[in-house]
Nanobody
Framework: QVQLVESGGGLVQPGGSLRLSCAAS????????MGWYRQAPGKQRELVAI???????NYADSVKGRFTISRDNAKNTVDLQMNSLKPEDTAVYYC???????????WGQGTQVTVSS
C-alpha cells in the first residue's frame, strides 16, 4: 500500500522559512516524479514544484527563487524548502507522486502552512 506522509507545516511570519518533507512508502520511489501542490481556501489545487525521476525540477512562477524542491532516493523523501514566505503562500500543501508509464498517481493527506503576522 502506497503512503505519502507530509510533515513540517505550521504557522510562520511573513518573510520566514519552512521546510516540508514527504516520506513515501510502498512504492519504487526512484521511478516516480514527485511534486508539491497547494490549495488555498476557495481556490483550485495548483502545482508548486516537481522533481522528475531524473532530477529535473519545475516551479510555479509564483514561487521561483523562493522555494526549492529536492529528493533523496535513498531515504524515499522529497522536501520543499520555502523561504521568503508571503501571506499568499498560505494553503494546504500536498505531496504527489506520479508515473505516467505506469499510469499511477498518489496523494498525501496534506499539511497546513499559514503565513501570518
Amino acid at each position: 500500500q502506497v503512503q505519502l506522509v507530509e510533515s513540517g507545516g505550521g504557522l510562520v511570519q511573513p518573510g520566514g522559512s519552512l521546510r516540508l518533507s514527504c516520506a513515501a512508502s510502498g512504492m519504487i520511489f526512484s521511478i516516480y516524479t514527485m511534486g508539491w501542490y497547494r490549495q488555498a481556501p476557495g481556490k483550485q489545487r495548483e502545482l508548486v514544484a516537481i522533481v522528475t525521476s531524473g532530477g529535473s525540477t519545475n516551479y510555479a512562477d509564483s514561487v521561483k527563487g523562493r522555494f526549492t524542491i529536492s529528493r533523496d532516493n535513498a531515504k524515499n523523501t522529497v522536501d520543499l524548502q520555502m523561504n521568503s514566505l508571503k501571506p499568499e503562500d498560505t494553503a494546504v500543501y500536498y505531496c504527489n507522486s506520479r508515473n505516467a508509464r505506469l499510469q499511477t498517481e498518489y496523494w498525501g493527506q496534506g499539511t497546513q502552512v499559514t503565513v501570518s503576522s
